[in-house]
């Protein structure tokens, strides 16, 4: 497709479960971002790839959170032991490279009940 | 660290101008950005300006002052669809990939 692809789009959760999102990036994209957006706030940075290489996770809340990008393209962050304070949308983002500005996927809206 | 301010919310009539003001404080400075983001859909990219000056696109212009660490993002001939979320955002050049730090958002209702 031509824009950043994030499945699903909606995804409720009771608490404990464990959560997958995807993220599929513009092709050829070597930069992929996880961003944390809570209602009525800017999005709040989660880590950063450069093709499958993690480079940065300072922005994860705590051990529970974990992304993979194992082939420098889909991305998936998943939550385990899911608590409410994980509610919130997870956008992603993608760029040519670190100097291009980035592109937002529609995100994934989290409830966790 | 960084450090974006933004005002909340901001109410205009169509057809007139808007202009959102951000602040911010930071460690490595390496770009600002605005992004519009209507209720519900991805931030779109606007503009980005690394060296002072205006840059205009359109009905959309964005200043920037680094020494002020200020910038604004001017909306001219507003129409009803710009409604949005308006994100003021900074990339660190320390940071590993220049992850943008954002403002909380400015909401901008537009009036008829």
């Known amino acids: 497709g031509a824009g950043v692809s994030q499945s699903p789009r909606y995804k409720v959760a009771k608490r404990g479960q464990d959560v997958a999102l995807r993220c599929d990036p513009i092709s050829g994209h070597v930069s992929l971002f996880w961003y944390q957006q809570a209602l009525g706030q800017g999005p709040e940075f989660l880590t950063y790839f450069q093709n499958e290489a993690q480079l940065d996770k300072s922005g994860l809340p705590s051990d529970r959170f974990f992304a993979e990008r194992p082939e420098g393209s889909v991305s998936t962050l998943k939550i385990q032991r899911t608590q409410q304070e994980d509610s919130a949308v997870y956008l992603c983002?993608?760029?040519?490279?670190?100097?291009?500005?980035?592109?937002f996927g529609d995100g994934t809206r989290l409830s966790i009940l | 660290g960084q450090n974006i301010d933004q005002p909340t919310e901001m109410t205009a009539t169509e057809g007139a101008i808007v202009q959102i003001n951000c602040t911010y404080q930071?460690?490595?400075?390496?770009?600002l950005f605005w992004y519009q983001q209507h209720a519900g859909e991805a931030p779109t990219f606007l503009s980005y300006?690394?060296?002072?000056g205006l840059e205009e696109k359109g009905r959309f212009s964005s200043f920037l002052s680094r020494s002020k660490g200020y910038s604004y993002l001017l909306l001219k001939e507003l129409q009803m669809k710009d409604s949005a979320s308006y994100l003021c955002?900074?990339?660190?050049?320390?940071?590993?990939?220049?992850?943008?730090?954002f403002g909380g958002g400015t909401r901008v209702l537009v009036k008829p």
């Open positions: 983002a993608s760029s040519l490279d670190p100097y291009q500005p980035q592109h």
């Open positions: 955002a900074v990339r660190d050049k320390e940071a590993a990939g220049n992850k943008l730090t």
């Open positions: 300006n690394v060296l002072d």
């Open positions: 930071t460690s490595g400075f390496n770009g």
